[in-house]
């Protein structure tokens, strides 16, 4: 509600409370959202779902061992009606459910106003691997302090309650953590990428180590910081070079093609001097002509126009990399759409199965503009410009 003319916010005072005053609205909201929610669920049992076949909707647990089952595709809608992506809508749903059937008393903290939802949200993501007594050991903790607790004071509650109700989970959980080591690599613009990884201990220290001795020879005005990245550089470099493909725009621009993003031909020319980097230069493929073949599989040619054209699913909110995504005929294959330029779009898994199985049903507007209709009858735009209510 907007702040009436009347009142007077000249003063600290009254902004302080004006926002004390929304403070406890938007707690309000967002505990009704999530009572909201579990009825959504309640309205698609899971059990509903008779002898389902593979490929088509299926009944999903959700939150932990004793919340019920929902359909599997009931997250989409609701995630179209509370503007998030159908993985959000996903989490979401199972945050809630998870609080209501598992984690009573928190639950009737944030109904009643005590303990805001995000908290208790925080709470329900990590109880769900905990059997039903771990829950509930956790639940009767944090009855009376959740306001007071932070994200990593509740994380060591969690913990510990997996140790105390299930250490058999509690070693296999430290075994399947040293299975998601990994390195993530996510490129950004002006020629950036970020660098993500989790590695043993024992290995980060040597990294360390490493990035330490070769940065103190590196002979700049550089921080440490950008020292250390470089060195990071001459560690990669020593053991292999790499291939970056770029596609020009002209003499200044070009188009990174594992990225997508551009960039200055000066910052092609750094990678051109650097040891070990190998860079290809490919003319911008041209994604206006007509492509079309009479077989139901596209042609390795317009299947790259249609990644192209499509850097993304094309389902509402949906952000999965064209290349990781299936290649979905708008009109049916087997309903006379052709394989060809204008009937072809990328769908993810995920998406492709809602839409084939489901009443989710979309149009093309335009070359790369899409009308998507839900079950029941609300309608989403999805463009270049990303997802959005007509």
């Known amino acids: 509600m907007a702040a009436s003319p009347a009142e007077p916010f000249d003063t600290a005072d009254a902004v302080l409370d004006r926002l004390r005053r929304n403070r406890t609205e938007i707690a309000r909201l967002e505990a009704d959202n999530l009572a909201w929610a579990c009825t959504w669920a309640d309205l698609h049992p899971g059990e509903a779902l008779l002898d389902t076949v593979p490929g088509c909707e299926q009944p999903a647990r959700l939150g932990g061992h004793g919340c019920p089952e929902v359909a599997e595709f009931c997250v989409a809608e609701l995630g179209t009606a509370l503007g998030i992506s159908t ?15 598992r984690l009573p008393r928190l ?30 050991y956790v639940d009767h903790r944090l009855e009376s302090k959740a306001t007071r607790l932070g994200p990593r004071q509740i994380e060591v509650l969690v913990n510990e309650a997996m140790l105390r109700f299930d250490p058999d989970q509690a070693e296999a959980d430290r075994v399947k953590a040293a299975e998601q080591r990994h390195v993530t690599i996510t490129h950004g613009s002006n020629g950036i990428a970020y660098l993500d990884a989790v590695v043993d201990t024992a290995v980060a220290i040597d990294l360390e180590t490493a990035l330490a001795r070769a940065a103190a020879k590196i002979d700049t005005q550089d921080s440490l910081d950008v020292r250390r990245s470089i060195a990071l550089g001459h560690l990669a470099h020593g053991e292999a070079g790499h291939e970056i493909v770029i596609h020009l725009h002209d003499q200044h621009v070009g188009l990174l093609e594992t990225t997508g993003q551009p960039l200055l031909v000066t910052q092609v020319e750094q990678w051109c001097r650097e040891a070990g980097t190998t860079v290809t230069v ?42 990781r995504c299936d290649t979905d005929h708008t009109i049916p294959y087997e309903q006379g759409g052709t394989t060809c330029s204008c009937n072809l779009v990328p769908l993810c898994r995920w998406h492709h199965r809602m839409k084939t199985h489901t009443r989710w049903t979309y149009h093309r507007l335009s070359p790369t503009t899409f009308l998507w209709k839900t079950p029941h009858n609300s309608w989403v735009v999805v463009d270049h410009t990303g997802t959005w209510e007509p």
């Not at 993985?87 to 059937?101: F, P, Q, V």
């Not at 908290?119 to 509930?136: F, H, I, S, W």
């Not at 007509?290 to 389902?315: F, I």
């Open 87 to 101: 993985h959000a809508a996903r989490s979401y749903l199972a945050e809630a459910l998870e609080l209501r059937h």
């Open 107 to 136: 639950w009737h903290r944030v109904q009643s106003g005590h303990t805001v939802a995000w908290k208790a949200r925080l709470v329900a993501r990590q109880t769900m691997t905990l059997p039903k007594a771990g829950a509930a």
């Open 282 to 323: 490919n003319p911008v493929i041209d994604l206006n002509p007509h492509l079309q073949t009479d077989s139901y599989h596209p042609t390795p040619r317009l299947q790259e126009q249609t990644r192209l054209k499509h850097p993304h699913c094309a389902a509402p909110w949906c952000t999965r990399p064209a290349r």
